[in-house]
């Protein structure tokens, strides 16, 4: 146990994040909100206390500030193993690792967020813009600084969804946990951490910036893959017309469709594996852009 007992809960608090320093910033959002909410509900609990005794009292059960430190960075470990993609073996040869990537959810969980991305770059973009409009529209009338607040409040709450989103699909490890807002704050303490947080304004940007980036996902993930898929259907829809089993007209210049139709399927093949690394790779990308956008550094 610390030698040093904190006497009071934002000195424990601080003490917790420092012993989190270089850990990961969504697991110290988290570990900060969950000591907080327990230590403040203590506290509420228990009114004839000082917050001197009962941090004393509670160091032994909930654990000082170091302890809590450790088990929550024993639980991270656990956590980024499940969201890590499968680990190449030693042994594994680079065809085999190119092939791999039809097996890895990472890719699908890409995917499907690359082709959901389009719906909600549009929705996140017109709740920004139409927010800020009207707020803007509305300041000349008492009911627009309050529009304002809880718009802004809007766009806070909407990048924990997000967050959620990237983690699940993406594998990006994102907090789950909102900053604690003790029931003793005034709403002017919690208007003036609103506004002056960076989470909001830079949560804010990203959700402009999701349109045109929503934009080049899904039609990147769809001309990648039909492109693909096309190349591949093109030699067998050839071969099923000479067969008798399907009426196509399919020219291929001056090229001899029953010598070219091996390379094009193969070819296809390739690409179409292509096409899901060039998918996963974005899928990663756009995670770390996430969370430098929606977490930033420490925490603060």
């Known amino acids: 146990m610390n030698a040093y007992t904190p006497k009071t809960i934002a000195q424990y608090l601080d003490m917790l994040k ?13 570990a900060l909100y969950d000591a907080e909410e327990y230590l403040r509900s203590e506290l509420a609990a228990n009114p004839a206390v000082s917050e001197a005794e009962l941090l004393a009292q509670i160091a032994g059960s909930y654990g000082d500030p170091e302890e809590v430190a450790d088990i929550y960075r024993n639980t991270e470990v656990t956590v980024q193993k499940a969201l890590a993609a499968p680990k190449k073996t030693e042994s594994s040869s680079p065809v085999k690792g190119f092939f791999a990537v039809a097996v890895d ?48 409040a809007s766009v806070y709450a909407i990048s924990l969804v997000e967050g959620r989103l990237v983690e699940t699909l993406l594998g990006e490890r994102m907090p789950r946990r909102p900053l604690y807002q003790a029931k003793d704050r005034t709403w002017m303490d919690r208007i003036k951490a609103l506004f002056t947080d960076a989470r909001t304004w830079l949560s804010l940007m990203y959700m402009v910036l999701m349109l045109p980036l929503g934009g080049v996902y899904f039609s990147l993930s769809v001309t990648l893959l039909t492109f693909s898929i096309g190349i591949i259907a093109a030699p067998l829809l050839w071969w099923m017309s000479e067969s008798g089993w399907l009426h196509f007209n399919i020219s291929m210049g001056n090229v001899d469709p029953a010598l070219a139709s091996p390379f094009l399927f193969i070819g296809g093949i390739l690409l179409f594996f292509a096409s899901l690394h060039v998918i996963r790779f974005i899928g990663r990308w756009h995670g770390r852009f996430a969370k430098h956008m929606l977490v930033p550094s420490g925490s603060d």
Not at 18 to 30: E, F, P, S, Y
């Open 105 to 152: 959810p990472h890719t699908y969980g890409a995917l499907f967020y690359m082709l959901l991305s389009l719906a909600t770059g549009v929705f996140y973009f017109t709740w920004a813009t139409t927010g800020l409009s009207m707020s803007a529209g509305l300041m000349i009338l008492i009911i627009g600084i309050p529009f304002f607040i809880l718009f802004m």
């Open 18 to 30: 420092d012993a989190l320093k270089g850990a990961d910033a969504a697991l110290v959002q988290d």
